[in-house]
């Protein structure tokens, strides 16, 4: 069964780059059946859809987020990635994966607060 | 502002049932599937329901859904306790070259 693990800094300042990495187990990023995605959940907040990726490369964005945020895939570490420019106190949030474009399994989750 | 609209309250007693009512548009409902989570407190959403009215393999009978033009709805008959969390409906939207949405968030109160 396919397990996501997402990981990286817990805390990023004003202005600097937020990356995360997620980890795919039990399944392989290079399948022609599935997106992976990237969503976050501001403390108290509802869901918000950052964007997803395809092995090959192929992404989709948030019109909102879509200058700031770049996703990329690494299918021999069978890992995708997010990186999230520029960010404010606004990107503080537990931000997940999943697989699917329509997301369907997640991962757990990891909170990163940015702070001045 | 959510692109999919939910109220923000729902609650009902044990045994009740209970609706859940997310608001589209022909974009985004109109014209693809519909998928309902879970989210229990401290933990990650979970999918409830997915291409309007599947149930995952572990989800209760209990839970259902249903789509009809730019509107959904999750039905919960035999409320427990244990289902006290936050629901979320989501959809593709095919506008703005594609993305995904989602609707603000109900929070179900079991009373």
């Known amino acids: 069964q396919v397990q996501l693990q997402e990981s990286g800094p817990g805390l990023v300042k004003v202005s600097e780059t937020l990356s995360l990495t997620c980890t795919v187990s039990?399944?392989?990023?290079?399948?022609?059946?599935?997106?992976w995605t990237w969503i976050r959940q501001p403390p108290g907040k509802g869901l918000e859809w950052i964007g997803n990726?395809?092995?090959?490369?192929?992404?989709k964005y948030s019109p909102s987020l879509k200058s700031r945020v770049t996703i990329s895939v690494d299918t021999a570490k069978n890992q995708f990635f997010l990186q999230l420019s520029s960010v404010t106190a606004a990107d503080t949030a537990v931000y997940y994966c999943?697989?699917?474009?329509?997301?369907?399994?997640w991962g757990q989750g990891t909170l990163v607060t940015v702070s001045s | 502002q959510s692109v999919l609209t939910q109220p923000p309250s729902a609650s009902g007693t044990p045994g009740q049932r209970v609706s859940i009512f997310c608001s589209g548009s022909?974009?985004?409902?109109?014209?693809?599937?519909v998928y309902w989570y879970q989210q229990l407190p401290g933990t990650a959403p979970k999918v409830l329901i997915y291409?309007?009215?599947q149930r995952p393999s572990g989800v209760p009978e209990r839970f259902s859904g249903s789509k009809s033009g730019t509107s959904a709805s999750l039905a919960i008959s035999g409320l427990r306790s244990e289902d006290e969390a936050d629901y979320y409906c989501g959809a593709w939207d095919d506008s703005l070259s594609g993305h995904w949405v989602f609707g603000g968030g109900t929070k179900l109160t079991v009373l």
């Open positions: 022909t974009s985004n409902i109109g014209s693809n599937y």
């Open positions: 999943a697989r699917g474009s329509q997301p369907k399994v």
């Open positions: 291409r309007n009215d």
């Open positions: 990726i395809y092995y090959t490369g192929t992404t």
């Open positions: 039990g399944g392989s990023v290079r399948t022609e059946t599935f997106f």
